[in-house]
């Protein structure tokens, strides 16, 4: 059983930047695929960005086409974390994200990830 910590959310500025980070519980978390997703309120949870194991000490990064340019994920296996760098946020990046990871065929599906944190909020002001 995965648990997953997520940290690093708050408020900020339109064009400000935030640093999200998971942590994860497991020493097997490197060979997963660690999703970032998000929900804002009356929407459903969508697909931000994953970072995929691609064997021996290759990984993949893969990104929501709303985000791709402002936010770039990434992982340090020897901490057990991923994170997400958001910059150049804007108001309709507000949402609750949450880190989750799991054995993906497909990386933006919900469903297909076993193990989930609990969310941290981030709020954009305009």
């Known amino acids: 059983q995965v648990q997953l910590v997520e940290s690093g959310g708050g408020l900020v500025q339109a064009g400000g930047s935030l640093r999200l980070s998971c942590a994860a519980s497991?020493?097997?978390?490197?060979?997963?695929?660690v999703g970032w997703f998000r929900q804002a309120p009356g929407k459903e949870r969508e697909f931000v960005a994953s970072?995929?194991?691609?064997?021996?000490?290759?990984?993949?990064?893969d990104y929501a086409d709303s985000v791709k340019g402002r936010f770039t994920i990434s992982r340090d296996n020897a901490k057990n974390t991923v994170d997400l760098q958001l910059n150049n946020l804007e108001p309709e990046d507000t949402a609750v994200y949450y880190c989750?990871?799991?054995?993906?065929?497909?990386?933006?599906?919900?469903?297909?990830?076993?193990?989930w944190g609990q969310g941290t909020q981030v709020t954009v002001s305009s």
């Open positions: 989750a990871a799991g054995l993906v065929a497909r990386i933006r599906v919900v469903g297909e990830y076993a193990y």
């Open positions: 497991e020493r097997t978390f490197g060979t997963y695929t």
């Open positions: 970072i995929r194991w691609g064997g021996r000490i290759t990984y993949y990064a």
